[in-house]
């Protein structure tokens, strides 16, 4: 249920943020309801300065799970507001929103400012409205979501909750953006005995044990990612479905990406690839020929 105080954008008391010396109702102006959920709310909104369309989510501190330390800061922040600013301040990436800024609002939590194509729309959505997708086009997506998690590992963050919902698609060029990293966490090499994500795109391990590493988690969750984006539905709905690891293909797909899915859905989380692998995979290379055939004739339309 949708908290009241989330409605009452926007914000008229001063907001307070890190290295901000105007209040948030000064520089940015909130409009409507984009969503909400466990992780609070968010809103459409536009920056003052310059007109710019920028998502606004309100995060309430008592949902908050994890916080972290933030250099010249005297209070802790949200765990997401860390990890995307870690990410800012290597330059962030283009299939990974970007945190424009953010404010502590006295008494109702933090809100972030992110970054929002004026034309986009989840994939959850888009495939809702168009069903399973063309290989092609789900490989290019595919290849961008990938490409930005390496992106991501390598600045030492791990998102943990990959999911068609989690990733937004600019409809008038295709490019897409992986969003909330409100399950996010530093990224490190031994096993994580804690779970924000969603159990459906959670791998056997977890399930059996309340356990799990980054890289064979991710992995997994591309699996149920790209099965969802070929088949127009994920491949497990229980535990039972989970365990078994065995997906089973409801349309006619090629025999390269029908690998590529059982492999990022092995059993044993050491048998699955690393993403340097899925990207090297040959249903994923098999796409840049096409790719190349696009550009010296008529693109991808965005309404496939």
Excluded at 38 to 62: H, N, T, Y
Excluded at 113 to 130: G, K, M
Excluded at 298 to 304: E, K, T
């Amino acid at each position: 249920m949708l908290d009241k105080r989330a409605m009452e954008l926007p914000l008229e008391e001063e907001v307070r943020g890190k290295n901000v010396k105007e209040p948030f109702c000064s520089q940015y102006r909130c409009g409507s309801l984009v969503g909400s959920g466990g992780f609070g709310s968010v809103f459409s909104g536009q920056r003052l300065s310059d007109g710019l369309q920028v998502a606004v989510k309100q995060i309430c501190g008592d949902r908050v799970q994890q916080w972290a330390r933030q250099p010249g800061e005297l209070s802790p922040v949200p765990m997401e507001i860390a990890l995307l600013q870690q990410l800012s301040e290597v330059g962030g990436h283009a299939g990974v929103v970007r945190m424009l800024d953010w404010f502590e609002v006295e008494g109702r939590g933090f809100l972030l400012v992110l970054e929002r194509p004026p034309q986009c729309q989840d994939l959850f959505d888009f495939i809702t409205e168009r069903g399973a997708l063309p290989e092609r086009l789900a490989l290019r997506f595919f290849r961008q979501i990938v490409a930005a998690l390496r992106f991501v590992h390598a600045h030492g963050v791990v998102h943990r909750d990959i999911k068609d919902e989690n990733i937004v698609v600019d409809t008038r060029t295709l490019e897409v953006k992986i969003i909330d990293f409100g399950s996010g966490a530093p990224l490190k090499d031994v096993a994580y005995s804690e779970f924000e994500g969603t159990r459906v795109y959670s791998p056997p391990e977890w399930i059996l044990a309340q356990s799990y590493e980054a890289v064979p988690l991710t992995v997994w969750s591309l699996g149920v990612l790209l099965f969802d984006m070929v088949c127009g539905d994920i491949p497990f709905e229980r535990d039972q479905e989970i365990i078994k690891a065995t997906p089973i293909f409801t349309r006619r797909l090629s025999k390269e990406c029908q690998a590529l899915i059982r492999w990022c859905l092995a059993y044993r989380p050491e048998d699955r690839p690393s993403l340097e692998e899925v990207l090297s995979h040959p249903w994923m290379e098999g796409g840049e020929e096409e790719e190349e055939e696009e550009e010296h004739g008529s693109p991808l339309s965005p309404s496939l």
